[in-house]
């Protein structure tokens, strides 16, 4: 990655049932670990897997409100991960196509890397948080 400015963004989406209501979240971070934003909200019935990619999809939206050049996101979906990066098919055809809206939004920026991380990451952590605060103030807590 470049020594240039860089966003870091944290994602997480999760589901009460699969498929169930989910909710979505994200967390920037500029390269210097400052919070520069984070917000969460429900998206209505959805996997899990498809909540993952709904809330990277409007993470990288607000990044992109940002026009950052260099983007590193971070998310504890290693399907999702291993999907965008080419290591997995993927094989569902709604989740193919959440895989090329992110294959066209990665062209967008000077430079895109994603990375696995597991959920005890820290930042990690404080996504998930909020986005289950989201799914219990609309009723559905965690079991």
Known sequence: ???????????????????????????????????????????????????????LLWGIEKVRERSCGNLRVVSDSELMVKQIRGEYKVKEDRLRIYAERVAVNKRLFNSFEVVHVRREDARIALVDALVNSVLEKMGYPKK
């Open 1 to 55: 990655m470049s020594a240039e400015y860089q966003l870091i963004l944290y994602t997480d989406g999760a589901a009460r049932g699969n498929p169930g209501q989910a909710a979505i979240g994200y967390a920037i971070f500029d390269s210097a670990g400052n919070s520069v934003e984070k917000d969460a909200k429900g998206i209505g019935v959805h996997t899990n897997n498809e909540a993952e990619y709904e809330a």
